[in-house]
T-cell receptor
Framework: EAQVTQNPRYLITVTGKKLTVTCSQNMNHEYMSWYRQDPGLGLRQIYYSMNVEVTDKGDVPEGYKVSRKEKRNFPLILESPSPNQTSLYFC??????????????FGAGSRLTVL | GENVEQHPSTLSVQEGDSAVIKCTYSDSASNYFPWYKQELGKGPQLIIDIRSNVGEKKDQRIAVTLNKTAKHFSLHITETQPEDSAVYFCAASKNKLSFGAGTTVTVRA
């Protein structure tokens, strides 16, 4: 089944404890992206990648890192999580090299709570 | 960058009635307007999209209209059913998607 898989789905952590949210897609998509969803703010883009080893900042990149060493994987790294990073996170991918006019396939989401 | 505003933020309708969600966008260069539906506990999923060379598009009970002059577009759901209850996001794009804040639709039985 074509899908985007995120792990973990739920995580409670404490301020400053580094964590990684993994994302993997099995559709050979070029483009991958991370979004965070907060009430009243919709989906805001954190980082995106148009190809292996090519990443760029989205609208809210502060406090996050990403890497794209392989086409299928795009992990989101929080080096020193803070409470304002408590959110619902989505990884998404698309066949084209941008989110411009391409259909995004989203993962099921990772709910992160930082105490 | 592009700014997308979406209204209303919540919408409650009786089963069988219609639901309408409206969005406005700021960048006249935007040419792609998708709508995503997010069911509880799941990621958003594309339900319909429209490009700027088209004024209206229908797919069974859902339709989208686009007014390029006024820079607004709308989602219409007719004969609503309980499974239409979800969060709906509009988005606008030239090279990068910008999403609205979302509308939580509740269909009352």
């Amino acid at each position: 089944e074509a899908q985007v898989t995120q792990n973990p789905r739920y995580l409670i952590t404490v301020t400053g404890k580094k964590l990684t949210v993994t994302c993997s897609q099995n559709m050979n998509h070029e483009y991958m992206s991370w979004y965070r969803q907060d009430p009243g703010l919709g989906l805001r883009q954190i980082y995106y990648s148009m190809n292996v080893e090519v990443t760029d900042k989205g609208d809210v990149p502060e406090g996050y890192k990403v890497s794209r060493k392989e086409k299928r994987n795009f992990p989101l790294i929080l080096e020193s999580p803070s409470p304002n990073q408590t959110s619902l996170y989505f990884c998404a991918s698309s066949i084209g090299r941008s989110s411009g006019a391409n259909v995004l396939t989203f993962g099921a989401g990772s709910r992160l709570t930082v105490l | 960058g592009e700014n997308v505003e979406q209204h209303p933020s919540t919408l409650s309708v009786q089963e069988g009635d219609s639901a309408v969600i409206k969005c406005t966008y700021s960048d006249s260069a935007s040419n792609y307007f998708p709508w995503y539906k997010q069911e509880l506990g799941k990621g958003p999923q594309l339900i319909i999209d429209i490009r700027s060379n088209v004024g209206e598009k229908k797919d069974q009970r859902i339709a989208v209209t686009l007014n390029k002059t006024a820079k607004h577009f709308s989602l219409h759901i007719t004969e609503t059913q309980p499974e239409d209850s979800a969060v709906y996001f509009c988005a606008a794009s030239k090279n990068k998607l910008s999403f609205g804040a979302g509308t939580t639709v509740t269909v009352r039985a």
